[in-house]
């Protein structure tokens, strides 16, 4: 079992970055897919953005152009990076591992907040 531990929330201005990180305790080379969620309050979690094993990625349509996902599988580590947020991407950020393409590992989450 995967244990994944995120990292780089914050406190943001609306148009200023972040980069979020999710470290994995074992080795994410074969796993087939890493994803990033969120959760908003009273809101139900939604997907946000995976890359598979061979380094596809997706995005929901709200972030797409402004967030990009990457692994390195030597650090068993997989990135967020968040341009141009806005108030509306503010939530706690989940990383979740799909081995055998179902989400079934998720980290503690991270506190992402976007407000002047």
């Known amino acids: 079992q995967v244990q994944l531990v995120e990292s780089g929330g914050g406190l943001v201005q609306p148009g200023g970055s972040l980069r979020l990180s999710c470290a994995a305790s074992?080795?994410?080379?074969?796993?087939?897919?890493m994803g990033w969620f969120r959760q908003a309050p009273g809101k139900q979690r939604e997907w946000v953005a995976s890359?598979?094993?061979?380094?596809?990625?997706g995005y929901v349509a709200s972030v797409k152009g402004r967030f990009t996902i990457s692994r390195d599988n030597a650090k068993n580590t997989v990135y967020l990076d968040m341009n141009s947020l806005k108030p509306e991407d503010t939530a706690v950020y989940y990383c979740?591992?799909?081995?055998?393409?179902?989400?079934?590992?998720w980290g503690q989450g991270t506190q992402v907040t976007v407000s002047s």
């Open positions: 979740g591992s799909a081995p055998g393409g179902v989400y079934r590992y």
């Open positions: 074992g080795s994410i080379s074969s796993i087939d897919a």
């Open positions: 890359i598979t094993r061979s380094g596809i990625t």
